[in-house]
């Protein structure tokens, strides 16, 4: 269990409604066409402004305890936070999709969605907080992932997942869809561990049998 600037395509096109090759007059003999380059839609993009996650979720009374104790970075080398950005609720910024991890095991353990009031500042408008969970942006929509797991599994196979597609309606994220995945259990090993190569091992040379004597 994975985050979005918005890039414009710009299209040069040609008309199609030529003639084709005129075999009459010779060859320059007729004007040459000016093409001129359509000019692409103007863009409509939500504007994108970076903000520092880590102090969204530090000055966020909604982060539970639990989530706010493990925000410290990963061996020194920066904070286990993934950050999309993208229009889902039609505020004057790109809202914010922040996923936090933990350390230990790079599993998430929360996720949260910041949107830009009329002020510029940032409100929590989503938040979940459970195991291996991890939310996206999908053509405005949020997807939130969570993977299911029973009471054996072990972390890198889980039974399932569920994947739940949030709507911005009437100011607030309201159930769109839900899919529920139940995942095959027979690429796992015996009890769930994956079976272990044995060493080669390597051959007992035999003796050559006692010539016989000679005399």
């Known amino acids: 269990m994975a985050g979005l600037a918005a890039f414009g395509l710009f299209t040069v096109g040609c008309s199609t409604g030529g003639a084709g090759t005129r075999d009459e007059g010779p060859a320059g003999s007729q004007p040459v066409a000016q093409v001129t380059p359509r000019t692409g839609p103007s863009g409509t993009a939500t504007p994108v402004r970076r903000v520092d996650a880590v102090e969204l979720l530090k000055n966020d009374p909604e ?12 061996a020194g080398r920066g904070y286990p936070v993934d ?3 993208g229009s889902m609720t039609g505020g004057r910024s790109a809202d914010v999709v922040v996923n936090v991890m933990s350390c230990a095991d790079s599993v998430s353990v929360g996720t949260y969605v910041y949107r830009a009031d009329e002020k510029g500042s940032y409100e929590n408008v989503f938040a979940v907080e459970v195991p291996a969970v991890y939310g996206t942006i999908d053509r405005g929509d ?8 029973g009471s054996k599994d072990p972390l890198a196979y889980p039974s399932g997942s ?7 309606t009437d100011d607030r994220f309201t159930e769109h869809d839900r899919v529920h995945n139940e995942f095959s259990r027979a690429v796992e090993g015996t009890d769930g561990d994956l079976p272990v190569q044995s ?9 050559d049998p006692a010539e016989p004597d000679a005399n």
Request: charged residues 25%; negative net charge; aromatic residues 10%.
């Open 83 to 85: 950050t999309s950005y």
């Open 162 to 168: 569920e994947v739940v597609t949030y709507r911005w």
């Open 199 to 207: 060493e080669p091992v390597e051959p007992v040379p035999t003796e």
């Open 63 to 74: 982060v539970g305890e639990r989530v706010r104790e493990g925000l410290k970075p990963c």
């Open 142 to 149: 949020l997807v939130v992932t969570t993977q299911v797991y």
